[in-house]
């Protein structure tokens, strides 16, 4: 599977935005697709993932409440709506995809992770 990321950009603090991945190669719904960010200076870190086969989903402490991560089986892709942006959400943000392991859900394991897509850059400042 091929992924992409796109949808990044420059919003002002509170704002929001909202990321997509779009999949080739493979329906999206046949792995786990995680999302993870990285910030200047620090090292990548998972933000939030949704189950193949379940469409169950995970997110980290630090997002919870303030992104939504969802699937559109049709258009083969995964979006990520980020809302009550903050600077320290700044970041290049990446998703990636994992193989389904029968009975568990999406991991936040960046390593698990085969497929990458290139990153997207946001930024939240005034």
């Known amino acids: 599977v091929q992924l992409q990321a796109f949808g990044g950009g420059l919003v002002q603090p509170g704002g929001s935005l909202r990321l997509s991945c779009s999949a080739s190669?493979?329906?999206?719904?046949?792995?786990?697709i995680g999302w993870f960010r990285q910030a200047p200076g620090k090292e990548r870190g998972w933000v939030s993932c949704?189950?193949?086969?379940?469409?169950?989903?995970r997110y980290a402490d630090s997002v919870k409440g303030r992104f939504t991560v969802s699937r559109d089986s049709a258009e083969n892709t995964v979006s990520l709506q980020m809302t009550s942006l903050e600077p320290e959400d700044t970041a290049v943000y990446y998703c990636?995809?994992?193989?389904?392991?029968?009975?568990?859900?999406?991991?936040?394991?960046?390593?698990?992770?085969?497929?990458w897509g290139q990153g997207t850059l946001v930024t939240v400042s005034s």
């Open positions: 190669g493979a329906n999206v719904d046949s792995y786990n």
């Open positions: 949704i189950t193949g086969p379940s469409g169950s989903t």
């Open positions: 990636a995809a994992e193989p389904v392991r029968s009975g568990w859900s999406c991991s936040s394991y960046g390593p698990r992770h085969d497929h």
